[in-house]
């Protein structure tokens, strides 16, 4: 791909290609609706993206793209995905007939849910090929198979012909007779739909502010932005896995870098509250990506000005079912409605229940940890849920009490709910926080090699419904040097897909009881 970096001249072609994708895009879908929220003290728009054929935006580039293609001149189609525009490219092979052979190379941890809707709305007019751990692996064998076959490659968003089939949203606001709209809040992952969205209300509006929201691990625009051309991340996050994105693509960096105003990062827990707050006004569960523009408002909004209608992008519903319970979790957190504490009481008889008592009287518990650990002292973690307010009068009486307590929120010991150990058990004990691309075998080796240099002494692992699984594992050593040489052994054994996390001193000794 050669690399452009005018964003005028980029701009200009986007806008050509963005009205004539509004001749084609509607073969396959329709208008989808603009809806309005009241909350506090603006209007609130929601663009809902999710329902759309395949509950995200992603039929609209995909479709205008292939569109474009002769069937007389064209082998045949090849495109990467992480889920959301394999679904879209299945869309357009399927209406067009299967005039090509159409190849999608997705990750070997892509949810079956995901892999099931390629093959339901493609039919026989597709196939799917798993490679790799990442969207870039996918991505590199898209390219080699485009390379050696000759067939085109359909990118999820680094095309000028696919950014204008995203481009069409915007037209429909603008169609919508809402507005004029002070600001809107684009989520960005490679930044095609971003760019061409921002493109077209930017036009509409000439007045618009324009956000571009990424998540704190995967922001590759912001850190293209900042460095003057697109950069790769080492790490990314996959919580939001339709914004999981290495590196910015070089059409939609110039783009973005000219049309975006600011760019905003939100937590994975800011983005679960968004989620709650879209169930709790309209019902709506979408998946974590598609909240989080909604997220960058609402994390955000007491720093930003006082705007009072407000553009969001419901852009996608695609999630995993098992992905929920994390949810619920990270919301509370996100909202900042739980917190998880830890306190120091008496072991004896009745100051557990006291301790409980006060509790309920401001706050509901939702989770407990305990277990006995010490003859004199006991120390329950408490799952609390409540407003700022009733958190605020808890401190103020615990302190005045002498009550010991302290904020554990985010912990990995606590997360995991780890259990303490007896530590006359363990001579030289290691905690490892581990993640691993979430796929049947992903662990076998790690844990067949580790198996030859410790003992495993601890595993806690649960199904998440997310690409990457996290388990914390214990091990433990006959010796000091023996335990060294094990973190030597970890740091080589890290990869793109693969990392390790030593638990602090501080959250090893509340495990180990010390």
Known sequence: MNKVTSGAELLSRLHEEVRRAGKTVYDVGKVTPLERIGAEDCNLYLKREDLSPMHAYKWRGAYHRMAQLDPHQTRGVVAASAGNHAQGVAIAAAKMGGVFETRIFMPLNTPLMKQRAVRQLGGEAVSIELVGDRYDEALEAAQHCADQEGYVLVHAFDDLVVMGGQGTIGDEIAASGEGPFDAAFLQIGGGGMAAGVAARLRHHFPDI??????????????????????????????????????????????????????????????????????????????????????????????????????????????????????????????????????????????????????????????????????????????????????????????????????????????????????????????????????????????????????????????????????????????????????????????????????????????????
């Open 209 to 514: 502010v324009l956000y571009g929201v990424e998540g704190q691990g995967q922001a590759s625009m912001k850190a293209a932005v900042e460095a003057g051309r697109p950069v790769r991340l080492q790490e990314v996050d996959v919580f939001c896995d339709g914004t999981a994105v290495a590196i910015a693509g070089q059409h939609t960096f110039p783009l973005c870098r000219d049309l975006i105003d600011r760019f905003l990062t939100v937590t994975n827990e800011e983005v679960c509250a968004a989620m709650q707050y879209l169930w709790e006004r309209k019902r709506i569960i979408p998946e974590p990506a598609g909240a989080m523009g909604l997220a960058g408002w609402l994390a955000h909004r007491s720093d930003l000005p006082d705007h009072k209608n407000i553009l969001v992008l419901i852009c996608g519903a695609n999630m995993d079912f098992a992905q929920l319970q994390r949810v619920v979790r990270g919301a509370r957190i996100g909202s900042e409605t739980r917190r998880y504490l830890r306190f120091e009481i008496e072991e004896r008889a009745g100051t557990l229940h006291q301790l409980l008592s006060e509790l309920r009287i401001k706050a509901n518990i939702v989770e407990f940890q305990y277990g006995k650990t010490d003859q004199d002292k006991a120390w329950p973690v408490i799952g609390l849920e409540a407003g700022e307010r009733s958190f605020r009068e808890l401190y103020a009486m615990w302190e005045e009490t002498g009550l010991i307590f302290e904020d554990l929120t985010g912990e990995i010991d606590v997360e995991f709910r780890a259990f303490p150990f007896e530590p006359t058990l363990l001579e030289y004990p290691l905690f490892l926080e581990v993640e691993f691309s979430e796929r049947a075998g992903a662990l076998a080796d790690f844990l067949e090699k580790a198996s030859n240099l410790s003992d495993l002494v601890y595993f806690d692992y649960q199904y998440s419904g997310e690409r990457v699984g996290r388990a914390l594992i214990g091990f433990d050593f006959g010796s000091q040097e023996a335990r060294d040489n094990f973190l030597l052994f970890t740091e080589t054994s890290c990869d793109a897909t693969r990392k390790f996390k030593a638990l602090s001193e501080s959250q090893m000794k509340r495990i180990l009881a010390r």
